[in-house]
């Protein structure tokens, strides 16, 4: 029951540091967020936008539309990632946003171990942890 308890409260702990991480959101950051929990200091945004559809769709056949995809989308202003063989539609902005959003307290808890992480979120943890 103490364990449940501690857990809950982590867990409000980082939903109040998530709500005061949107305020504050962009593309930029999302970007600099999943960069540094992929700890690649040189991946692109549509890298790291593949990087992520890879963890989702990571068989052979899928593979190759993903790479059709991102590469559709190298150089263009707002983006969008179009996979007609998944009915997938979004733009990298939003991809970015959901997957921050998924793995915000393994970004927390990587944080403590990983200093690339931006400063406005290395500021936001440590004035609400």
């Not at 702990?13 to 970007?31: D, F, R, W």
């Amino acid at each position: 029951m103490e364990a449940q308890a501690i857990a809950n409260y982590a867990k409000d702990k980082a939903n109040k540091v998530y709500s005061m991480y949107q305020k504050s959101e962009t593309l930029l950051t999302n970007y600099q967020m999943c960069k540094a929990y992929f700890k690649d200091s040189s991946a692109s945004i549509i890298g790291i936008v593949e990087s992520i559809l890879k963890e989702k769709y990571n068989l052979p056949w899928q593979l190759k539309f993903i790479r059709k995809a991102t590469q559709d989308a190298r150089g263009k202003t707002n983006a969008q990632i179009v996979i007609p063989q998944f009915k997938y539609d979004e733009r990298v902005n939003d991809i970015l946003s959901k997957y921050v959003k998924k793995n915000f307290e393994k970004m927390i808890a990587d944080q403590k171990k990983n200093s690339t992480y931006p400063l406005m979120f290395r500021d936001l943890i440590e004035k609400h942890t």
